[in-house]
C-alpha cells in the first residue's frame, strides 16, 4: 500500500556529491523509520543510514562523517546526501520505509544506480 519511488542517482567522481530522494505515496500514514541500504556487486545488502519519525539517526561506520539522512515528513521524503565520495560507495541504493499499525510493515523502493569512477 507504500509506494517507494527514488531519484538522484547517476554517475560522480571521487570526491563528488550527490543527493538521493525518496517519495512516499499510497497509504502513507503510520510510516516511522525511513533509511537508505545499499548492495554492491558480490555484497551482501547493508545499512546505510536510517531516520526515525523523531529524528534519530544511524550511519554505517564506513559513511559517517561523509553522509547524511534527513527527512520531510510532512511530505514523506527521506533524503540522503553523500558527500566525499569513494569507488567503495559504489552500488544500487535502496530506500526503506517501515509501516507500523496492527503489526510492522516494510516497504522497498526499486533501487537507483550510484557509481563513483573516474
Known amino acids: 500500500q507504500v509506494q517507494l519511488v527514488e531519484s538522484g542517482g547517476g554517475l560522480v567522481q571521487p570526491g563528488g556529491s550527490l543527493r538521493l530522494s525518496c517519495a512516499a505515496s499510497?497509504?502513507?500514514?503510520?510510516?516511522?523509520?525511513m533509511g537508505w541500504y545499499r548492495q554492491a556487486p558480490g555484497k551482501q545488502r547493508e545499512l546505510v543510514a536510517i531516520?526515525?519519525?523523531?529524528?534519530?539517526?544511524n550511519y554505517a561506520d564506513s559513511v559517517k562523517g561523509r553522509f547524511t539522512i534527513s527527512r520531510d515528513n510532512a511530505k514523506n521524503t527521506v533524503f540522503l546526501q553523500m558527500m566525499n565520495l569513494e569507488p567503495e560507495d559504489t552500488a544500487v541504493y535502496y530506500c526503506n520505509a517501515e509501516q507500523g499499525i496492527a503489526t510492522l510493515r516494510s516497504y522497498w523502493g526499486q533501487g537507483i544506480q550510484v557509481t563513483v569512477s573516474s
Open positions: 531516520i526515525s519519525r523523531g529524528g534519530y539517526t
Open positions: 499510497g497509504s502513507i500514514f503510520s510510516i516511522y523509520d
